[in-house]
């Protein structure tokens, strides 16, 4: 066995005495700075490690310079932003700088070399800058300058955010702003959250709207601007809605700073947060002070009578009834008086249409004299008036009767010399001679003609032995159904023409051949027709007759000129749409041949289905027309959903152009109010050059009664059209 190695010797064994223990307190030493140093390099890489791990999980864009070794790190998301490498190991801002877009690049560059230089430890800026992509994109940097002991720079640490949802955020913003402060129609923001729902944002049309600064109206619930008017309608409406967090549209009255009144239309909507809490509401509102003038005037035409501003019918109607209703829960009586002049066609022919206006406004002027507050007086037409007394008794009667008739006793001056004026009066008690509106009304009417026949100038009540007026009207009604079977009814045209003269189309008016009495006009027999039940049936030949018609005037090369028709509401709610149809396809009508006129009232009787109806019928290429346009109610609201192309005005309104300013600015409304509709508008009974040349200056259509102002026979108008158009 060979024998053993010797052992190494140790280094106590080598070197002995005070030098080893001095070298291994050297080891020792080293290896303590070794360890820490270790340490120091593993926890700077966990270091850089955490902030590239940060650096990455951030959407900003990180980047850090190390301007002493002059080396560049940049993070991944800034390398996105900018479309740059991301292994850049030197420090070079030119491949940044490149991507700045060219109108900021000098001022970006500037500010950074001026943040290195003039001691600054943080810098900011915003720039827009190239994508990738191409396009352009808002930026927001930030740098932090880390600087030695003698301020120079030695580190450079930034962050660059990517703002351009801001930006275009903020753009947006502003843009909306000026839109709405460009817009006419005021504008408001409420806050939902804060206690009295303030006021947080107005545009300029609220300002100029209310008469209020903005600093004067934020801030403030604008529920100040309807005054001491809380309780209108509408303020209910709104109150519901705003409640419930609901869209509301309602219409108010509010008053400006300097206290005049207007009507605002006001839409208002809820805002939302993303978790659908309410925060805001927006209000939107526009002037429509003139719309509901306009309204207002109408409805007032349409329940008082023009001339006198009387109640008129309509009005009258109403009135009766709610005092019927009285009478019966009341026990009170009730009396209905028909006041009926006494001559007044001589007045009207002797002196003229003026002196006859200026003596019914006379009369209605009297008459109002003669009764309480709590009576009611109306203009039924004509020179008819009715009087309704409520809780008079039989002697109180005969004492308003004195009363009229020493009122009317008293002498008019008419066309410059002095003139007196009779009435006649019948008058019908409730319940004694009935208790319906419709019976008592008759029964009046029927006691004031016996008044003309026992020689005028007397009031006479109604007996039960008046009736025989009642066979005569039951003897017209057998005579209308003779005629339909004999074919006495004829239909005589009136032509209307633009300002110019030129013909455009033609109105068909049935007249009635009667066997005795010769050429009757409709208000000899219209009412009784209704009565009959022949409307419908002398109707549907009244449409057929006409537009027979457009084959001759196509034949004689004027197939522009329409056919108007009268349609009447039993006609409308018994087959109109049938009966339109077959004329059309019967006789091959293009679009346009054919026109329907109906009047308000008409179209205002079950006026959803009278919408759908007309939207059939215009589908046909049928036109539509409102008659006697201002005489009756209608909603515009509905008049604005129906296919209508023409608004006739009535000739009661076109009387007076050139003499009566309240007529001319009724015209001017309506023709003003269908232009803003789409609308043409035909103005009836046009009588004079001055009426024909008012008209054409107020932009109205066509005109009626111009040139012709009776109704001919077909072949006569024929001829006259033909004639004018050589």
Same mark, same amino acid.
């Given at each position: 066995?060979?024998?053993?190695?010797?052992?190494?010797?140790?280094?106590?064994?080598?070197?002995?005495?005070?030098?080893?223990?001095?070298?291994?307190?050297?080891?020792?030493?080293?290896?303590?700075?070794?360890?820490?140093?270790?340490?120091?390099?593993?926890?700077?890489?966990?270091?850089?490690?955490?902030?590239?791990?940060?650096?990455?999980?951030?959407?900003?864009?990180?980047?850090?310079?190390?301007?002493?070794?002059?080396?560049?790190?940049?993070?991944?998301?800034?390398?996105?932003?900018?479309?740059?490498?991301?292994?850049?190991?030197?420090?070079?801002?030119?491949?940044?700088?490149?991507?700045?877009?060219?109108?900021?690049?000098?001022?970006?560059?500037?500010?950074?070399?001026?943040?290195?230089?003039?001691?600054?430890?943080?810098?900011?800026?915003?720039?827009?800058?190239?994508?990738?992509?191409?396009?352009?994109?808002?930026?927001?940097?930030?740098?932090?300058?880390?600087?030695?002991?003698?301020?120079?720079?030695?580190?450079?640490?930034?962050?660059?955010?990517?703002?351009?949802?801001?930006?275009?955020?903020?753009?947006?913003?502003?843009?909306?702003?000026?839109?709405?402060?460009?817009?006419?129609?005021?504008?408001?923001?409420?806050?939902?959250?804060?206690?009295?729902?303030?006021?947080?944002?107005?545009?300029?049309?609220?300002?100029?709207?209310?008469?209020?600064?903005?600093?004067?109206?934020?801030?403030?619930?604008?529920?100040?601007?309807?005054?001491?008017?809380?309780?209108?309608?509408? *303020?209910?409406?709104?109150?519901?809605?705003?409640?419930?967090?609901?869209?509301?549209?309602?219409?108010?009255?509010?008053?400006?700073?300097?206290?005049?009144?207007?009507? *605002?239309?006001?839409?208002?909507?809820?805002?939302?947060?993303?978790?659908?809490?309410?925060?805001?509401?927006?209000?939107?509102?526009?002037?429509?002070?003139?719309?509901?003038?306009?309204?207002?005037? &109408?409805?007032?035409?349409?329940?008082?009578?023009?001339?006198?501003? &009387?109640?008129?019918?309509?009005?009258?109607?109403?009135?009766?009834?709610?005092?019927?209703?009285?009478?019966?829960?009341?026990?009170?009586?009730?009396?209905?008086?028909?006041?009926?002049?006494?001559?007044?066609?001589?007045?009207?022919?002797?002196?003229?249409?003026?002196?006859?206006?200026?003596?019914?406004?006379?009369?209605?002027?009297?008459?109002?004299?003669?009764?309480?507050?709590?009576?009611?007086?109306?203009?039924?037409?004509?020179?008819?008036?009715?009087?309704?007394?409520?809780?008079?008794?039989?002697?109180?009667?005969?004492?308003?009767?004195?009363?009229?008739?020493?009122?009317?006793?008293?002498?008019?001056?008419?066309?410059?010399?002095?003139?007196?004026?009779?009435?006649? *009066?019948?008058?019908?008690?409730?319940?004694?001679?009935?208790?319906?509106?419709?019976?008592?009304?008759?029964?009046?009417?029927?006691?004031?003609?016996?008044?003309?026949?026992?020689?005028?100038?007397?009031?006479?009540?109604?007996?039960?032995?008046?009736?025989?007026?009642?066979?005569?009207?039951?003897?017209?009604?057998?005579?209308?159904?003779?005629?339909?079977?004999?074919?006495?009814?004829?239909?005589?045209?009136?032509?209307?023409?633009?300002?110019?003269?030129?013909?455009?189309?033609?109105?068909?008016?049935?007249?009635?051949?009667?066997?005795?009495?010769?050429?009757?006009?409709?208000?000899?027999?219209?009412?009784?027709?209704?009565?009959?039940?022949?409307?419908?049936?002398?109707?549907?030949?009244?449409?057929?007759?006409?537009?027979?018609?457009?084959?001759?005037?196509?034949?004689?090369?004027?197939?522009?000129?329409?056919?108007?028709?009268?349609?009447?509401?039993?006609?409308?709610?018994?087959?109109?749409?049938?009966?339109?149809?077959?004329?059309?396809?019967?006789?091959?009508?293009?679009?346009?041949?054919?026109?329907?006129?109906?009047?308000?009232?008409? &179209?205002?009787?079950?006026?959803?289905?009278?919408?759908?109806?007309?939207?059939?019928?215009?589908?046909?290429?049928?036109?539509?027309?409102?008659?006697?346009?201002?005489?009756?109610?209608?909603?515009?609201?509905?008049?604005?959903?129906?296919?209508?192309?023409?608004?006739? *005005?009535?000739?009661?309104?076109?009387?007076?152009?050139?003499?009566?300013?309240?007529?001319?600015?009724?015209?001017?409304?309506?023709?003003?109010?269908?232009?803003?509709?789409?609308?043409?508008?035909?103005?009836?009974?046009?009588?004079?050059?001055?009426?024909?040349?008012?008209?054409?200056?107020?932009?109205?259509?066509?005109?009626?009664?111009?040139?012709?102002?009776?109704?001919?026979?077909?072949?006569?108008?024929?001829?006259?059209?033909?004639?004018?158009?050589?």
């Amino acid at each position: 066995m060979p024998p053993s190695a010797a052992p190494m010797p140790s280094l106590a064994a080598v070197v002995s005495g005070p030098a080893a223990v001095l070298i291994l307190g050297l080891l020792a030493l080293m290896g303590v700075v070794l360890v820490a140093l270790w340490r120091s390099r593993r926890r700077e890489a966990r270091e850089k490690e955490r902030f590239a791990l940060i650096a990455r999980a951030t959407s900003d864009g990180i980047y850090d310079a190390d301007l002493v070794h002059n080396t560049l790190w940049r993070s991944e998301a800034f390398c996105r932003m900018f479309g740059l490498p991301a292994d850049a190991a030197a420090h070079e801002v030119a491949d940044w700088l490149a991507k700045i877009h060219p109108e900021d690049r000098e001022r970006v560059r500037l500010g950074y070399a001026r943040a290195l230089d003039t001691g600054l430890t943080e810098w900011n800026i915003a720039y827009r800058f190239l994508r990738p992509d191409g396009s352009v994109g808002h930026a927001r940097d930030r740098l932090l300058i880390l600087r030695d002991a003698a301020g120079h720079p030695v580190r450079a640490i930034g962050g660059v955010t990517d703002v351009s949802d801001e930006q275009e955020a903020l753009e947006s913003h502003a843009l909306l702003k000026r839109a709405l402060d460009a817009t006419s129609t005021g504008v408001a923001i409420v806050d939902a959250r804060a206690e009295g729902w303030p006021t947080v944002y107005v545009n300029a049309a609220l300002e100029a709207l209310s008469g209020y600064s903005a600093a004067e109206l934020l801030g403030r619930n604008l529920g100040f601007l309807q005054g001491n008017e809380r309780e209108q309608p509408g *303020i209910e409406t709104l109150r519901h809605a705003l409640r419930e967090g609901r869209d509301a549209q309602v219409m108010l009255r509010n008053y400006r700073k300097d206290g005049t009144p207007y009507w *605002i239309d006001l839409v208002v909507s809820p805002v939302r947060d993303a978790e659908g809490r309410l925060t805001h509401y927006v209000g939107s509102q526009i002037d429509v002070s003139e719309r509901v003038a306009t309204e207002q005037a &109408l409805a007032h035409r349409a329940t008082h009578d023009e001339l006198t501003t &009387l109640p008129n019918r309509q009005l009258f109607r109403d009135r009766l009834a709610q005092a019927l209703r009285e009478s019966k829960r009341f026990g009170l009586n009730l009396v209905v008086l028909f006041v009926d002049l006494d001559n007044f066609k001589l007045v009207n022919d002797s002196l003229g249409h003026a002196a006859g206006d200026e003596l019914l406004r006379t009369v209605a002027r009297r008459l109002q004299g003669c009764l309480r507050q709590t009576d009611t007086v109306a203009r039924f037409g004509g020179d008819e008036f009715v009087v309704l007394l409520l809780g008079e008794v039989e002697t109180d009667v005969l004492r308003v009767v004195d009363r009229i008739t020493e009122a009317l006793r008293r002498p008019v001056e008419l066309a410059g010399s002095m003139h007196y004026v009779t009435a006649s *009066i019948g008058y019908a008690r409730c319940p004694v001679d009935g208790d319906e509106a419709g019976v008592l009304l008759q029964r009046a009417d029927i006691a004031m003609y016996q008044a003309k026949a026992r020689g005028r100038n007397c009031a006479v009540g109604y007996e039960p032995a008046f009736d025989q007026g009642a066979t005569e009207r039951l003897f017209l009604i057998s005579q209308l159904r003779e005629a339909v079977e004999r074919q006495e009814f004829e239909l005589h045209y009136q032509p209307q023409f633009r300002w110019d003269g030129r013909a455009q189309g033609m109105e068909a008016l049935i007249r009635w051949r009667h066997p005795s009495r010769g050429l009757l006009a409709p208000g000899h027999f219209i009412d009784a027709l209704e009565e009959s039940g022949l409307m419908v049936e002398v109707g549907r030949w009244v449409l057929r007759d006409a537009a027979r018609r457009h084959a001759e005037l196509v034949a004689a090369g004027l197939a522009d000129v329409r056919l108007s028709v009268n349609v009447s509401a039993t006609q409308l709610h018994h087959h109109l749409l049938e009966d339109v149809e077959a004329v059309v396809r019967d006789f091959q009508l293009p679009p346009g041949a054919l026109e329907l006129e109906l009047t308000e009232s008409v &179209l205002m009787v079950n006026a959803e289905s009278t919408i759908e109806q007309m939207r059939r019928v215009a589908r046909l290429g049928v036109g539509i027309a409102v008659d006697d346009f201002g005489t009756g109610y209608s909603s515009l609201s509905y008049l604005k959903r129906l296919p209508i192309q023409r608004l006739k *005005i009535d000739r009661s309104f076109v009387r007076g152009l050139g003499s009566d300013p309240d007529d001319e600015a009724i015209c001017a409304s309506v023709i003003l109010l269908a232009s803003s509709l789409g609308l043409d508008t035909v103005a009836e009974g046009v009588e004079t050059e001055a009426q024909r040349d008012w008209l054409a200056e107020h932009g109205c259509g066509e005109l009626q009664g111009y040139l012709l102002g009776r109704p001919v026979p077909f072949d006569e108008v024929l001829a006259m059209i033909r004639a004018q158009r050589g």
